[in-house]
């Protein structure tokens, strides 16, 4: 089972709102991450959590929360978003965290974000 | 600085042709390198990883080369089907002393479609 599970599939949320994604693996992985992407581009990284801890934030505005409850789910809270913030969020999860070990990265079907 | 490009951005076949999709990158101190899959408005599947010591993997109809020297990975599709339509991402992981292997490095992709 290489399966990562994001809900939920489409959320619209206003610009004083308060909502949150949550991202869930039973692979045994160590490593959780979040990403945004944007249409016709690539994915880029936000946050990674290894053994629960978060290792890297990738100057996210602190608009984004994110959380790690235990080994298996990954939570995004958001709150006061903007417009620009619409896009397709992925959760992805690996055996290892970097620089080293089986970073193999497996990825969620993602959540689409519409900001109005 | 690493940058990873992928040739061609679009590609158009009829069914049953075997057919080549190539990533390139700039520095050869990589970690791995992983081929993903993404249909329109979904998630990343992941295809193939290579190691950085590895020459190629395969999975089915999809072989995935690596040659570091020459900074070039090709996927390789054997007897394309419509449902193989999506774009194909290729990403890099630095190696640990190159730098800033915390994150995939992502071409922009190819998007595939093979026609009944």
């Known amino acids: 089972d290489t399966e990562v599970t994001q809900t939920p599939k489409h959320l619209v949320m206003g610009m004083t709102n308060k909502k949150s994604l949550k991202c869930e693996q039973h692979?045994?992985?160590?490593?959780m991450y979040w990403y945004k992407q944007k249409a016709k581009k690539p994915p880029e990284l936000m946050f990674v959590?290894?053994?629960?801890?978060?290792?890297i934030n990738e100057s996210v505005p602190s608009r984004f929360s994110p959380e790690c409850p235990n080994s298996s789910l990954l939570n995004l809270h958001l709150h006061a978003l903007q417009p620009e913030d619409s896009a397709l969020y992925l959760c992805?999860?690996?055996?290892?965290?970097?620089?080293?070990?089986?970073?193999?990265?497996?990825f969620g079907q993602g959540t689409r974000l519409t900001v109005v | 600085k690493q940058e990873v490009t992928q040739i061609p951005a679009a590609l158009s076949v009829p069914e049953g042709e075997n057919l080549v999709l190539n990533c390139s990158f700039t520095?050869?101190?990589?970690?791995?390198l992983q081929w993903f899959r993404q249909d329109p408005g979904k998630g990343l599947t992941s295809l193939l990883l290579?190691?950085?010591s590895q020459r190629e993997q395969t999975s089915g109809r999809l072989n995935a080369s690596l040659d570091k020297s020459s900074g070039r990975s090709t996927l390789y599709i054997a007897a394309s089907q419509p449902g193989d339509s999506a774009t194909y991402l290729c990403?890099?992981?630095?190696?640990?002393?190159?730098?800033?292997?915390?994150?995939?490095?992502w071409g922009l992709g190819t998007s595939l479609a093979v026609n009944p």
């Open positions: 959590y290894s053994y629960e801890k978060l290792s």
């Open positions: 692979m045994g992985h160590r490593a």
């Open positions: 990403a890099v992981r630095n190696s640990i002393n190159a730098g800033n292997n915390r994150k995939l490095i």
């Open positions: 290579i190691q950085s």
């Open positions: 520095d050869s101190a990589i970690y791995n």
């Open positions: 992805a999860s690996s055996q290892a965290a970097p620089p080293s070990g089986n970073t193999e990265a497996f």
